[in-house]
Structures are given as C-alpha cells and as structure tokens.
C-alpha cells in the first residue's frame, strides 16, 4: 500500500519527531506526579475510539500517542515510585529494543544474529547469578528468554513434571495425566510467588497438590517442615516431584535457604527450582553471598531482567542445566520447521511452549552491555544500602515501625502514632490511607501489602537513580501525611 511506502519514506524525520517525544517523556518524569491517574474524560475517550474509515496520518498518530497516552504512564519509571519489582527501563535498551522491533526477527530460530547473541547473553546471565556453565554430564546450561517469571516458572515446572514421569517410567507427552500414576506434589514456602500456584492449575496438577511449607520469623522456608511433608506424601503414595525455593520473595525480600533445600532435592532426587525473579542476582552484593550460595546447585533458576537489571518489559529468563530434557518435554518439529541449531547455538522454540515470539535477546544484551559486570554489582548493592539506611530510618522514628526484616531491597514498615492506642483494623485503615494519601500527593508512590496479616507499607528500591535524599523524603512524607491524618477530628 502506498501509504506504507510513505511512511518508510518518511521515517527519519517521524523518528525524530517520536524520539524527541521520548527523551522529554524520560527528561521531565522527575519533576511530573509520580502517580497520575488517568481522569475520567481520558478514559472514555481511549475506550471509546471509532474505528476510522480511512487511516489516519502518521503524524496525527503520533500527536494522538503524545497528548492522550504518553501523560498516563504506569508509575514504575519514577524514581519515587517504590511499589513496583520491576525497574525503569535503560535508555540505551529502549534504542536496541527499537532496533529489534524494525528487524522483526523472532527468537524461536532460524539462522540470523538474535540466536547467536543468546548464546553470549545466556553465558552472561549465568555469570551474574552464579549459575553453572555446565551440568555434571558436561552438558552445556542454557537460557531461555520470556515474557517473565510466571512463564519462566511455568517452563521449568512443566520439564521437572515430565522429567518424574520419565524417571518413573512413563511418557508424560503421550499420555498426559489420563493414566493411573500416583499424583504429583511440589513445594513451595507459603510465601512463594502466585504463579507457581497457577503453574500448578495450568499444568493439571491443581493447587491442592502445591504444599505451602511453613516460614521462619525471617519469611524463610523451614526446611526441616518440608522434609516431613515429603517423607508422609511419600509414604501416602503420592509423588513428589518438584521444590521451589525463592530468593527474594516479593513480599518481603526473604532468600530461603537454598544450600540446605539442594541437599533436600538432592537426597530425595527431587527437581529443585528457584525463583528469583526479583533476587537472583543478589548474590553480587557481598552481604547476601551466603545467603544465595546454593543457587548453582539448582536444576532450573528463574530471574527477571526487567526487574533489577532495568531492561523494558517485557524479560524474564529460565536458566537452566537440563537442556537435553526442556528439549525432550517440549520438540516438536512439523513439515513445515525444521529441527536447527548452529555452532552450539540451539533454536530456542525446541525447548520451549511459545513458538513465534519477539527478540528480547538484543535489549538485555545491551542493557548488560551498557552496565558491564561491575555496574550490575554496584547498582545491586546501592540499592540494598538504600534499603538499609531507610529500615534504619524507620527504627529511629518514634511513630514507625518495621513489620519484616529487611531482605535485598524490599523494607516493610508502617505508621504508629506516639502514645497511640488504635486496634489493628484502626491501624491498617490509617496506613491504607497514608498510601492513598502518597499517591494522591504526587510526591510519591508506596502501595500497601499484609505482612503477618498486617497492613504494611511496601517499598521496594530499584531505581537507577534512588537515592538517599529519595529514602529520607519518603520518611518525612510518610510521618507528615500519618500525623495530619492522626489529628483529624473523628478518626483516628
């Protein structure tokens, strides 16, 4: 059509125009409301739109996307935005995203650059976590790109499920769960993150066969319950077939202790999966190296570059040492593909569900790039310091109060006023309407989570640019909005 042939024609100069949209978008966000809701006329007309007869211009399409949808973002840019595990995305990331997006190769095969980048790319990832380059056959480890943790998690459960079939003698792709097999049970600590739970309704199992093994004051799995749940599953003829550790829960930041739960696996011939989503690379911070030393025993790990590694959405990762069983669970090569693989650089749809998908390969590498080894290393461990410093700042506040130990970057807390006597419910109504408050403000962003059953005020520090006059705002905000609030006539 010639209208397409205009645009490409025409696409220095739109290109231009929409990337000095984007570098004012990125420039002014500190000075703009963190949290901008969009109103009520906005949302009728966006929800609204006739489908036009004819196409609009290129430029009346960009204006659109300037003035209706660019001044609503989500807040995670933001770098007082404190609710959100994922990072603003790195500039130079959204350039090679944007390289990526007009080759549109996709990363399920075929012989072009994006496959053989994984192979680096992969290598680097498993550098930064710890995680092994090979198993103990020699088989190379692999990394599989997706959407994020939930399909990451899901691809892994989904091969440790196939992998007891086999070991049990039978072929899960040929019969499914139609025969008469004893049911498959897995683990997790009750803090563990919901998809795992969906995985295990999506993969037919049911969420009756996740066990939720009890945690320790420090949200950490307790392992001694969890080989008593194994031993009665297995003496109730049930089988065991997968553990899922995390390393930083959402939640509260916690690494359950992974060296002692490989030992678990290990002993029990039992998959181990970690899910470290948001903290796999928290072992780069020195502080946490005991704490995720085990992470290179697992046979699967889950991480997500769009969450510390601050590349767009969407990116997850799945690193795994069973390539050669991700590929049994999953190959399926019809008339119409062929079965690839070039100079040790597999085609990742053979070891996968999704067949077509984008190239996330280019926008991690450059982030990674960009940062190099040590500036992953420094930006995790500033992050951590700044969550420190603000849980010291809320123990010397007299009318703060921490609800969790603080994990990696992830501090619990809420407002107490001095001398008061407020019930529970008085309490989590107060603080839910500080957090209200917050956002309403514009000056920041911290949405609530229970804690112990407890309303707590989550921040989660992860911006590039977080720093310690960010930490000591969200305090003085936090204690400001608390005591007006607390004086209101009426309410406590």
């Not at 003496?235 to 739960?261: K, M, Q």
Request: charged share 20%; glycine share 8%; hydrophobic share 40%.
């Amino acid at each position: 059509m010639r209208l397409f042939s205009d645009d490409r024609a025409d696409f220095t100069r739109l290109g231009k125009r929409t990337i000095d949209l984007l570098a004012d978008f990125m420039n002014s966000l500190p000075g703009e409301n963190v949290d901008r809701v969009v109103p009520g006329g906005e949302r009728a007309l966006l929800s609204n739109l006739p489908f036009p007869e004819h196409g609009m211009s290129a430029d009346d399409i960009v204006t659109f996307m300037e003035q209706h949808v660019m001044p609503w973002p989500q807040p995670t840019g933001h770098q007082r935005s404190y609710g959100w595990v994922n990072s603003p995305p790195m500039p130079v990331s959204i350039l090679a995203e944007s390289v990526a997006q007009t080759m549109n190769s996709a990363l399920d095969g075929y012989d072009f650059s994006g496959i053989f980048l994984m192979v680096s790319l992969g290598r680097w990832l498993m550098e930064l976590a710890g995680f092994p380059a090979k198993n103990e056959h020699g088989e190379d480890s692999m990394a599989l790109l997706f959407s994020g943790g939930s399909a990451a998690n899901l691809n892994a459960l989904t091969t440790a499920r196939y992998a007891a079939a086999k070991q049990d003698g039978w072929n899960m792709r040929e019969e499914g769960l139609q025969g008469d097999h004893p049911a498959m049970i897995a683990y997790a600590s009750d803090q563990v993150h919901s998809s795992v739970q969906r995985c295990m309704e999506q993969l037919g199992l049911g969420s009756d066969n996740l066990r939720k093994v009890p945690t320790d004051d420090a949200f950490r799995m307790d392992v001694d319950a969890l080989k008593d749940m194994i031993a009665a599953d297995r003496a109730a003829g049930l089988r065991p077939f997968a553990v899922v550790a995390s390393a930083g829960t959402t939640n509260t930041g916690a690494i359950d202790p992974l060296n002692a739960i490989a030992d678990v696996c290990e002993d029990t011939g039992i998959w181990f999966h970690v899910d470290g989503a948001y903290g796999g690379f928290g072992g780069l911070d020195p502080r946490y190296g005991d704490a995720c030393a085990g992470i290179e025993r697992a046979d699967t790990l889950t991480t997500d570059p769009h969450k510390w590694l601050h590349v767009p959405l969407d990116c997850g990762a799945l690193l795994t040492r069973r390539k050669s069983l991700h590929r049994e669970a999953f190959s399926l090569t019809p008339d119409y593909l062929e079965a690839g693989g070039h100079d040790g650089a597999p085609w990742p749809y053979e070891y996968m569900f999704q067949l077509t998908y984008a190239n996330r390969a280019l926008k991690t590498w450059a982030a990674l790039a960009r940062m190099g080894k040590s500036g992953v290393r420094d930006l995790i461990i500033r992050c951590n310091r700044l969550a420190d410093l603000l849980d010291r700042c809320v123990s010397e506040a007299p009318d703060l109060q921490c609800l969790s130990p603080t994990s990696l970057s992830v501090v619990n807390f809420r407002y107490v006023p001095e001398g008061s006597n407020l019930d529970p419910a008085q309490l989590d109504d107060l603080n839910q309407r500080i957090s209200d408050a917050v956002s309403e403000s514009g000056e920041a962003h911290i949405p609530t989570t229970r804690v112990k059953g407890q309303i707590s005020l989550r921040a989660c520090i992860l911006h590039y640019d977080n720093n310690e006059d960010d930490v000591r705002h969200l305090v003085a905000l936090v204690r400001r909005l608390g005591a007006e609030m607390s004086s209101e006539p009426g309410k406590p």
